[in-house]
C-alpha cells in the first residue's frame, strides 16, 4: 500500500502542480484579454480624436537675429515625431547676392540638421507673370547654396512658389509645370525637391498636378469656419489632403484649450500640412504665445 499510496499521492501532488499552473496560465489569460485591449483602445481612440496626422507648417518670415529661431528649434527637438516644413525667406526670396547674410548661413544649418525637418525656399511668381528667367534666377541661387558655401547644410529641399493663380490660365499652367520641371532637374535641392504652390485658396483643380502640395487656405479663422461650414474643403477635386497645405492666421485668443483642439483637429483633417496662429497682424514675423500649445496639438 505504501507504494501505490505514494505513487498516487505522488500523482495527487503532480495533478494539484498541473492544475496550479493551468490555474496561473488561465489567470494570466484574464488579465492580458481585460487589460490590453483596453490599453490599445485607448491608445486607437486618443489616435482617432486627433484624426490624421498633419506635419507643422512654418511660413518662417522671421529675421535670424541670434536666438530669434529659438522657439522653433525647441519645438522640433521637443517632437521628434513631428515633421516639420519651414519656408525661409532671406529677401523677397534668396536675395540679391549668392549666399544670404551671416545670421541666416549661421541659422539654416541649424535647422536643416534635424531629420524631421524639411526647409524650403521662398520665390514669388506674381501669379505667373514674373519673369521666368528671374524666377529660375532664384531656384538657382538656393540651389547654390551648399556649393557656393562649402556647406553642405545651408541648403533647401525644395521651392515654395507664392502668388500661384486660382484661376485657370493654360499659359500659367506651362508657366508652372516648367518651373517644377526645372525644381526636379536641378542639383541641389535634393533629396525631396518639393514643389509647394500658394494660391491662397482652393484653385481651379488642373493645377493641382503641378505640385507636391498646395495651400488651399491662408486666411483669418473666421473665413476658415465659414468655408469649413460651406463644405468648401471636401472633395477637392484630383486631389487628396496629403497634396494640401493650410494656413488659418488670426485666430481669436478664446480659442484655446478644448476648442483650439477641435480646431486643429478640422485642420488636420483638410489638409497634410497645417499652420495655425493667433497672431492678427504680421503672422509670420514672430511665434504667438499660443505657439507651443499648437505645435503639442499637432504631436497628439
Ligand atoms: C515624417 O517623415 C518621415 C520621413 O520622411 C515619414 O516616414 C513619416 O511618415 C512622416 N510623418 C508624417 C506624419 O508626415
Ligand atoms: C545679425 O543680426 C543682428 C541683430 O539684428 C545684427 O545686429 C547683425 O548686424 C546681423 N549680422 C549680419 C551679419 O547681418
Ligand atoms: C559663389 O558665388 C560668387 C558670386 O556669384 C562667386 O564669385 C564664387 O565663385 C562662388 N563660389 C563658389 C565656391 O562657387
Not at 71 to 95: R, W
Not at 291 to 300: I, N, S
Request: charged fraction near 20%.
Amino acid at each position: 500500500m505504501s507504494g501505490p499510496e505514494k505513487h498516487v499521492s505522488k500523482r495527487a501532488c503532480l495533478k494539484s502542480k498541473r492544475s496550479r499552473f493551468i490555474l496561473a496560465i488561465a489567470v494570466l489569460i484574464v488579465i492580458i484579454v481585460a487589460v490590453v485591449p483596453s490599453v490599445v483602445v485607448t491608445t486607437t481612440r486618443k489616435k482617432d480624436n486627433m484624426g490624421p496626422k498633419s506635419k507643422v507648417f512654418v511660413p518662417l518670415y522671421v529675421y535670424p537675429a541670434p536666438k530669434a529661431w529659438a522657439p522653433l528649434e525647441k519645438v522640433i527637438s521637443a517632437h521628434p515625431n513631428v515633421n516639420f516644413t519651414v519656408v525661409i525667406n532671406p529677401g523677397n526670396g534668396p536675395g540679391p547676392d549668392s549666399l544670404p547674410d551671416g545670421n541666416y548661413t549661421r541659422e539654416i544649418p541649424k535647422l536643416t540638421a534635424y531629420e524631421n525637418v524639411r526647409v524650403l525656399g521662398y520665390v514669388y511668381t506674381s501669379y505667373g507673370k514674373r519673369d521666368v528667367s528671374a524666377v529660375r534666377k532664384d531656384i538657382q541661387t538656393y540651389a547654390d547654396w551648399p556649393t557656393n558655401s562649402s556647406n553642405p547644410n545651408l541648403a533647401v529641399r525644395g521651392i515654395f512658389f507664392d502668388e500661384t493663380p486660382q484661376q485657370y490660365d493654360p499659359q500659367v499652367l506651362t508657366y508652372l509645370q516648367g518651373l517644377t520641371d526645372f525644381v526636379k532637374d536641378i542639383e541641389g535641392l535634393g533629396p525631396d525637391q518639393f514643389v509647394v504652390h500658394n494660391p491662397g485658396a482652393v484653385p481651379d483643380s488642373r493645377y493641382l498636378a503641378t505640385a507636391d502640395s498646395t495651400v488651399v487656405f491662408e486666411a483669418a479663422y473666421t473665413t476658415f469656419q465659414e468655408r469649413q461650414g460651406a463644405q468648401l474643403f471636401t472633395n477637392i477635386a484630383n486631389s487628396d489632403r496629403t497634396q494640401l497645405c493650410a494656413i488659418v492666421h488670426s485666430v481669436p485668443d478664446t480659442v484655446e484649450g478644448k476648442e483650439l483642439r477641435g480646431l486643429i483637429k478640422d485642420v488636420r483633417q483638410v489638409a497634410d500640412e497645417v499652420y495655425i496662429t493667433h497672431l492678427s497682424t504680421d503672422y509670420y514675423a514672430s511665434f504667438g504665445d499660443k505657439w507651443d500649445e499648437f505645435v503639442g496639438l499637432m504631436a497628439a
